[in-house]
């Protein structure tokens, strides 16, 4: 059997306090195995991207257990926690959020200045990491002389650069045209065959159809834990 | 994130935003400006004031009747006798020479050209004991100090103004109602203490006693001060105490001041010493105003940069390192204004230097600690500013588009 990358059991979000409490996440039991690739859907507000702070340690639950690589993060320090996402964890936004007064090549670097990576070695990987993503014409540009599948790319080297276990995208496509969107998503098929767990967050069906299995939020919680891409169709008007 | 690692991030974010980190530390540069101009100007007008007494004389004493003593009311006020001054040099052994003076201001005037001039009676010791030189001519002897001659010594300026460029010696010149013939000009000197000899005349104090001002009392003859020289520094606090002793003795009271010139010399250098540093600290205020300046705009600038700070958080930065990150460019910011700062005090403190006749100096200890301020100032109103950076939230600054 293979490691058990992400376990979460009874896991609960509240937010707010007092009379307006919010229920993003109420009673979620999943598991990811790793090496799997999956997508996370569901209709806008069903706490997809709470979930992905949450395995991302970028939050904390409520209640509730996280074993990550069968690690009980959940009793770690903030510090502890940094390392965490910056060695075994690689995140990719809608917004890229590339740093706009540093290059591709530097903002690549980045988490390894926080891993304490030798700078030779820095600019090595993350001028691999740069040839991967296919930019290895653009590695002195600033993020304003490049287009937004290009900066997404830029993002991607930058997640992966530290060779992560596990790759978070939160709708990493939503905000690109459905050819940079393929392009983004051989990406992601290719460092989910060299072996890297990727768990995407999507509303679109045939984003989620590259992926290898479907986990359906509804109301903050888990509706259906492993769909088949295929069957993807009877669920799309729910 | 090692420091120089972090420095040189530091450089890279500030010189994106040269408008702003210029405008930033406006204050700081301002603040070291003025502290290091008041440091050096202060000292230059210190050391100006010190050489302006020494040059009176360094073992300088001067004699005077205590104006505070004397009873209102008790016929005539006391006055210093030539016999007190005669006394001194007979009977003090720490005393090398005395010159008593009698002062008055009266008119003088060289054919058509009249101005008013303090004119002094004094004796031939009057120029070793200030310290003096004769430019022309020479100065009159004993034995024309006996015979009440009317000869005259003149100031360099005074000389200027009644002769312009013709040569003085030997023409004759009125003062009050009598004519004087010109036998010498001394050297230019300069003012101390409210004091220039330069615009002086001077004759034998005798025929001053004599002819021009009626200086005759009971004791003999009245005259104004004493000037003495004691025979070296060791021998000032000795001579003091001499002339004291004898003068008491004498008068039967002791209704005059022995005052040294070293100790009107340290009481000007304490003057000056705590005007300068009560004008540093004013300028100091305004470095205090230059890093609640930085706080400001770094408090601006993080809330500018939730997303950035965001972003270094989600790949892994501890807030240690944001903190750090934040601290650093606050402490950059201030030094790079501090050396600004300090360059343009500097630079005004030689212009000064050169338009005027104060010599400023800035010490070197002085910029070494305006530098060290100026970093403290960085740190420490760069910490609450970077205290909210480390603290934020991840999720929360990323969202915020
Ligand atoms: N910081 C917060 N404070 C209060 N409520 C929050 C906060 N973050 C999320 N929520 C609420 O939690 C619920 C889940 O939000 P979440 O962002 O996880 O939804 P989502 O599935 O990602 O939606 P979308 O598809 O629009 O991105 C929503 O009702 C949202 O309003
Ligand atoms: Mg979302």
Known sequence: MANMMIRLEGISKVYGMGETLIHALSGVD?????????????????????????????????????????????????????????????????????????????????????????????????????????????????????????????????????????????????????????????????????????VMVTHEADVARTTKRVIWFKDGQVLNPNLAPQELHQLERP | MNPLENIKMAVKTLTANKLRSTLTVLGIVIGNASVVAMIGIGQGAQTFTQERVESLGANLLYVFMDGQGSEVGAGDPPQLLLSDAEAIAAQAPAVKLVSPMISASLTVNYQSRTTKATVQGITPDFLPVRNMQMTTGRFWDEVAQRQDATVVVLGAELSQKLFNRTNPIGQEIQIGDRSFQVIGVLQRKGAALGVNPDVNAFIPITTMANQLVGRSVPGGMSIDEIEISAKDQASIRAAAFQVTNILTRLRGKQDFLVVANKSVQDLLRQITEALSIMLAAIAGISLLVGGIGIMNIMLVSVTERTQEIGLRKAIGAPEQSILQQFLIEAVTLSIAGGIIGISIGVGSAVLVGVFTPLKPTVPFSAIVLATGVSGGIGLIFGVVPARQAAKLDPIVALRRA
């Open chain 1, 30 to 198: 999943l598991s990811i195995k790793q090496g799997e690739y999956c997508a996370i859907m569901g209709s806008s507000g069903s706490g997809k991207s709470t979930m992905m702070n949450l395995i991302g340690c970028l939050d904390r639950p409520t209640t509730g257990a996280y074993y990550l690589d069968d690690e009980n993060v959940a009793e770690l320090t903030n510090t502890a926690l940094a390392r965490i996402r910056n060695l075994k964890l690689g995140f990719v936004f809608q917004q890229f959020h590339l740093l706009p007064q540093l290059t591709a090549l530097e903002n690549v670097m980045l988490p390894m200045v926080y891993a304490h990576v030798p700078p030779a070695e820095r600019l090595k990987r993350a001028t691999a990491a740069l040839v991967r993503v296919g930019l290895e014409n653009r590695l002195q540009n600033k993020p304003t002389q490049l287009s937004g599948g290009q900066q997404q790319r830029v993002a991607i080297a930058r997640s992966i650069v530290n060779q992560p276990l596990l790759l978070l995208a939160d709708e990493p496509t939503g905000a690109l045209d459905s050819h940079t969107t393929q392009e983004i998503l051989d990406i992601f098929t290719e460092l989910n065959r060299s072996g890297m767990t990727v």
